[in-house]
């Protein structure tokens, strides 16, 4: 076993927390607020609740259900809203459901 290896093999995985949006219906009141925007909010309240400072966020998954006319990068653009370092990964599904079957390979 590499050291890379071993090394990520002791280190744990941890799932601090995990907020959604709320839903929203046609033109309501969260139509003036884009999905990365949306997703921002949510990623700061995540941290919030976790009581962990930016700082120690590691990676980031973004579930999207329409990804269409949001740029490059939504889950990027959405942790760069919420105040985290632009050095940590992340990564957006395009489905709320496989997001779990990602999460789930990833923690294994």
Known sequence: MSAAAADAAERETVIVSAVRTPLGGFQGSLSALSATQLGGIAM??????????????DEVFM????????????????????????TVPCTVVNK???????????IV
């Open 44 to 57: 700061r309240a995540a941290v919030e609740r976790a009581r962990v400072k930016p700082s120690d966020v």
């Open 63 to 86: 579930g999207n259900v329409c990804s269409a006319n949001l740029g490059q990068a939504p889950a990027t653009q959405a942790m760069l809203a919420a105040g985290l370092p632009n």
């Open 96 to 106: 709320v459901w496989e997001c779990v079957n990602v999460l789930a390979r990833c």
